[in-house]
Every structure is written in structure tokens, then in C-alpha cells.
């Protein structure tokens, strides 16, 4: 029951997620360095047969022990002081239960060495007995850290883990959802290879009150939780030729849309849909001439009941009073940038020339306009934003797109006419015919 809801890579996330939570004790206090988790790692080995993970953080604290192996977290206030956002305490054993039939976790801290052993009888449904003994000892090295091994992989999990495929697309969501932690100094490994942050980086050019990219930028506190808002434009404006092949064959992966940090953990990526404002009000649908857009809803508390997530840590509680106050501002920001796309529409080529003296910026770290230059918002204490003046095109006879659909053989065949080669792209097949038609009607 406990693993039904969860996917296998929600399940490793967690256990990545469970070393960051022991390197950030260790750094109690020191949090506020640009680099607090140098020197701290996490090492992942997967195979059809085995699971490994192991971390140099410190790690399970004795006074921790009994919480980290009930079903539940009886005091989810231990972590209180710590921007931590494992509250539910169920991450461990529920990927344990839901990777193996047996495994063994050790731990090394300061105040002791333990191991557990969840044994195939232990894990059997119809065994009654609940009762997990620890072993207990003093503390064994000076490698302080947690360790799980997992000797007797499912069977279908295996698989997975044999899949090269599956390998890929874990290394790349742990750099996504793990980025902005390893961008501060937390190292991940998995099978030996050490893996790259992968965080958000936009347009944006110096502050002044010329026409420039810029990035829409808002900031507040509220209810002991920091609050930051940036969207703006992550690449040059999609083309009519890009929309026509996104719309045909829409691509899974791609920077565009909403993501969503918690505790520098990622937990919404690249979202397009309502969740994040998306078709809401005045803001259009997700479409692919928007394909330029980004930004980050970034939230930070010590108190990790107060941020607006699930019991997977992966899950948004979008009905929640500190996250609806941050889709409002995520709304303003998108509306901004959907309706400079439209303006330019047609004329994207044009845009290059602002696009090339704007700098790419990093999000989490460089982007701070509504510090620096923000205005008050009207009704939200404290809070500040920054909407960019962004380049509107000098041309006053707007441009519209006009789109139609007809059969391959018969575009190649008008190709093979127009241009003696068969293979033109359809937009340009249909731009030449609306030039030449246009032509004979000027001179009439």
C-alpha cells in the first residue's frame, strides 16, 4: 500500500533527498555561504541485482533513530530550525519497500553506529510481527554517514535499473530537481559518474530605462516563508517554421514553462498548464509560439510545514494560501511575456538585435531586480516587483499569421515548382505563394 502511489524515481529522489536533510544538520548555522554543502556527496549504484546509496552527511542523529524507522514521522518539528522538506518521514522505507524483498541500512554519526536489516520474512505480507531490531554499537569510523543496501532487487525493478534508457532519464531528473542544491556545493554520483547542476538561465540585460529583454521579477515574505517570482525569455523567439514542427511533434522535454523550487529542492519542472497560470484570466494557453518562456517560483522556510507540498515532496498543494499569492504574481509575469511574443509575431528576426546585448543570468543567483529596482505591490506587505520595459516592434501595420493545411504530396509538387526542389520547408512553400499571389495584386 505504502508504494503503490509513488514511482520508482520518486522513490530514489527521496533517498537523494534524505542526504541533502542530513549534510544540511551538519550545517546548521552556516546555511547563509554561498557554498554550505561543499565536501558533501551522495553515491547511487544501480544494478539488475543490487541497490547502493551512501552519503557522507553526518548520519541519522541517535535521537533520530525510532523516528526514522516507525511508519511515520511522530515529530515532524525535529527539523524545525532547518529548511529541510523531508516532513513526513516516510521517504526511507517506502523506497526500500517499494526497490526490494531485503535490505540493510547502517548509519554513522557522531553519538553511534546502528544497522537495520528489513529481512525477506520481515517484509513478507502475511508475517504479524512488526517489531524491526536495531543493532546498535559505538561509532565505527570517521566516515560519518547513512548507507543502504538493497541485496535483493524486485524483479521488475531490476529491469529498470538494466535500462539504459531509465539510467539516462534518472541522471538527468536528479540534476533538474537536485540543481540548485548541487549548484551550492552538493555532489551526486550515480554508477561513478558525477553528475552537472541543470538550472534555469535567462535573458537579462543591465537595469535603465531604455527598452530591453529584462526579466519580470517579484519578492515577499509571508508567513515565515520567502516568496521569489522571475520569468522572462530563455532563447530567441520561436519562428513560424519552430511552431509548425513543435505543433506537428511536440517535444517532451524543453525549458519552457513554470518550474517550482522548495528549499532549493525542484518540485514542479517546467510546467504549462493551469497549475501555474497557464490559459487563467488574461493569460493565454500554453502554445508552442511561446516556447521562449521560463521562470521559477522559488519558495524558502526553516518551518517546512508552512511550504506548499505533498507527502512525496514532489507534489504542490496549489489550493494553499502562500501558493496562490505566488501564481498571481507568476500570472502577471507570463501575461507580460506572452503579449510581448504576440507583438512580435511575424517578426522575429527582428528581436535578435535585442537579444544579443542581454546577458544570460542565472535565476537563483544573479536575478534580483525587485530587491534593487522593484515597486511596492498594492496589498501584499513587504512585497516588491519589477516589470520589465521590453522592445515593441516599429512597425504599425501589424503582421498575422496565416496557416492552412494541405496534403504532403501536393506541397512537395508547388515546391518542385516554385523553387525546382522538392524538399522546402511547407511555411516556406506557403510564404512564396502568399508573396507571388500578392504581387499580382499590387499591380492590378
Given at each position: 500500500?505504502?508504494?503503490?502511489?509513488?514511482?520508482?524515481?520518486?522513490?530514489?529522489?527521496?533517498?537523494?533527498?534524505?542526504?541533502?536533510?542530513?549534510?544540511?544538520?551538519?550545517?546548521?548555522?552556516k546555511l547563509d555561504e554561498p557554498m554550505p554543502f561543499k565536501g558533501f556527496q551522495a553515491n547511487l549504484v544501480l544494478s539488475q541485482n543490487h541497490f547502493h546509496v551512501s552519503d557522507n552527511c553526518g548520519g541519522i542523529p541517535k535521537d533520530y533513530i525510532d523516528d526514522a524507522f516507525s511508519l511515520g514521522r511522530p515529530n515532524i518539528k525535529k527539523d524545525g530550525d532547518l529548511p529541510t522538506i523531508g516532513m513526513y518521514g516516510i521517504g526511507m522505507k517506502r523506497a526500500i519497500f517499494k526497490i526490494g524483498n531485503s535490505a540493510s541500512v547502517q548509519s554513522n554519526s557522531s553519538d553511534g553506529f546502528f544497522e537495520v536489516k528489513y529481512t525477506s520474512e520481515w517484509l513478507d505480507p502475511e508475517n504479524d510481527k512488526w517489531d524491526l531490531p536495531i543493532s546498535r554499537s559505538?561509532?565505527?569510523?570517521?566516515?560519518?554517514?547513512?548507507?543502504?543496501?538493497v541485496d535483493n532487487v524486485k524483479p521488475d525493478i531490476g529491469r529498470q535499473f538494466e535500462n539504459e534508457a531509465f539510467i539516462n532519464a534518472l541522471k538527468n531528473e536528479i540534476s533538474e530537481h537536485f540543481g540548485y542544491l548541487m549548484q551550492r556545493g552538493f555532489s551526486i554520483t550515480v554508477n561513478k559518474e558525477p553528475l552537472k547542476p541543470k538550472t534555469l538561465i535567462l535573458f537579462n540585460a543591465a537595469h535603465s530605462d531604455d527598452s530591453d529583454i529584462r526579466a519580470f521579477?517579484?519578492?515577499?515574505?509571508?508567513?515565515e516563508v520567502s516568496i521569489k517570482v522571475t520569468i522572462g525569455l530563455f532563447r530567441g523567439l520561436a519562428k513560424e517554421a519552430e511552431i509548425d514542427d513543435e505543433t506537428d511533434s511536440p517535444k517532451e522535454k524543453e525549458t519552457a514553462g513554470i518550474s517550482v523550487v522548495c528549499?532549493?529542492?525542484?518540485?514542479?519542472?517546467?510546467?504549462?498548464?493551469?497549475k501555474s497560470g497557464w490559459g487563467d484570466g488574461t493569460v493565454p494557453r500554453y502554445h508552442p509560439q511561446f516556447r521562449a518562456i521560463a521562470g521559477l517560483i522559488i519558495f524558502s522556510s526553516n518551518n517546512a510545514e508552512k511550504l506548499p507540498i505533498s507527502t512525496t515532496k514532489r507534489g504542490l498543494d496549489v489550493g494553499s494560501e502562500i501558493y496562490l499569492l505566488a501564481r498571481k504574481a507568476t500570472m502577471e509575469g507570463l501575461k507580460t511575456f506572452t503579449d510581448f511574443t504576440n507583438k512580435w509575431k511575424g517578426m522575429e528576426d527582428e528581436t535578435a538585435a535585442y537579444f544579443e546585448p542581454a546577458k544570460r543570468a542565472d535565476v537563483k543567483t544573479t536575478i534580483s531586480l525587485a530587491k534593487a529596482y522593484g515597486i511596492s505591490v498594492r496589498g501584499v506587505d513587504g512585497a516588491k516587483k519589477y516589470i520589465p520595459k521590453l522592445p515593441l516592434p516599429a512597425n504599425k501595420n501589424p503582421r498575422r499569421r496565416v496557416s492552412f493545411v494541405r496534403d504532403d504530396q501536393s506541397i512537395r509538387q508547388i515546391s518542385k515548382y516554385l523553387f525546382d526542389d522538392s524538399s522546402q520547408h511547407p511555411s516556406i512553400v506557403g510564404g512564396e505563394c502568399f508573396d507571388r499571389v500578392l504581387a499580382e495584386a499590387t499591380k492590378k
Open positions: 500500500m505504502l508504494t503503490r502511489d509513488i514511482e520508482l524515481n520518486d522513490a530514489i529522489l527521496d533517498l537523494v533527498d534524505n542526504c541533502v536533510d542530513g549534510a544540511m544538520r551538519q550545517r546548521k548555522g559505538n561509532g565505527k569510523d570517521d566516515n560519518l554517514g547513512v548507507t543502504i543496501d521579477d517579484f519578492e515577499a515574505i509571508h508567513d528549499n532549493d529542492r525542484v518540485i514542479l519542472l517546467s510546467d504549462r498548464t493551469l
